[in-house]
Nanobody
């Protein structure tokens, strides 16, 4: 099983930027589709962005498209989420997820808190 550790979350003003990182260990990183999800207080966890195993394709939720960029470095076993033009509604715990092609379930990290003040 892959282990995931997120970092980079903090308090930031609206309009600011943050870069989240997720370090993976335990399995071959390049075997995994990687994703970022978030959960705001009182809401369900929602999809934010995903990137394929080679990094060749990326996918975004409509709410973040054009503001967030997902990337990965397979040599460093790390996936990133660059977040620009942050809004108060981006406030959430952000989770890194990993999934192989032959699985329907995600492995999760513990999350990192992002708070955007208006």
């Amino acid at each position: 099983q892959v282990q995931l550790v997120e970092s980079g979350g903090e308090l930031v003003q609206a309009g600011g930027s943050l870069r989240l990182s997720c370090a993976a260990s335990g399995r071959t990183f390049s075997d995994y589709l990687m994703g970022w999800f978030r959960q705001a207080p009182g809401k369900e966890r929602e999809f934010v962005a995903a990137i394929t195993e080679s990094g060749g394709s990326t996918y975004y939720a409509a709410s973040v498209k054009g503001r967030f960029t997902i990337s990965r470095d397979n040599a460093k076993n790390t996936v990133y989420l660059q977040m620009n033009s942050l809004k108060s509604e981006d406030t959430a715990i952000f989770y890194c997820g990993a999934r192989t092609n032959d699985s329907t379930s995600w492995a999760w990290g513990r999350g990192t808190q992002v708070t955007v003040s208006s």
